[in-house]
């Protein structure tokens, strides 16, 4: 449980974004549990169900590979234009170091909670993906594969240490990048 007051300003997002893995997780679980005990009848012929299998394998590779850059890349984006923001601030007079630090905080906390959004929301859509070929066409490593991938989704929980560490480095880096240390 959160102490409020000594709660910083970018637990609530590390909170969101926690309960957001979870949900992810979780709904996929769900599902999962329910395509394996419901079995359904299709009228897809071996060809298109191979097709479908394939075309679910490459959607697979395609969402892990963007997902990948795309952890970097909205990191450095965000980070960049923190540094933009401090750079114009530290022009300002009577800014408060403190206030400053606290914002830099609560930015980084929301650029943290929309990695995780983005890149999990893309894992889940190729989770849900599998889940329906393996519904359709009751192939185990379609539920394999999707299962892999849904342990991706759950390694991507942030826990406060790893958060923690996480603003700690990014913080280096606007200071480095501002103040040319």
Sequence with gaps: ?????????????LLASQLIIAAMVLGIVVFYLFVYVKPIETSSTPEQAHMFSLFGFAFTVAALCASFIIHFVVAARGVRGIIRRVQAAAG???K???AASR????RLASLHLLRVIMCGAMLEGTAFFLGIAYLLHRKPLELIVGIFVTLIIACMFPTRDRFE???ERQKRIIQDETFGM
């Design 103 to 106: 914002e830099i905080y609560a």
């Design 165 to 167: 560490r996480w603003v």
């Design 1 to 13: 449980m959160l102490d409020m007051e000594r709660s910083r300003p970018g637990d609530s997002r």
């Design 92 to 94: 300002e007079a009577g």
């Design 96 to 98: 408060d170091d403190e």
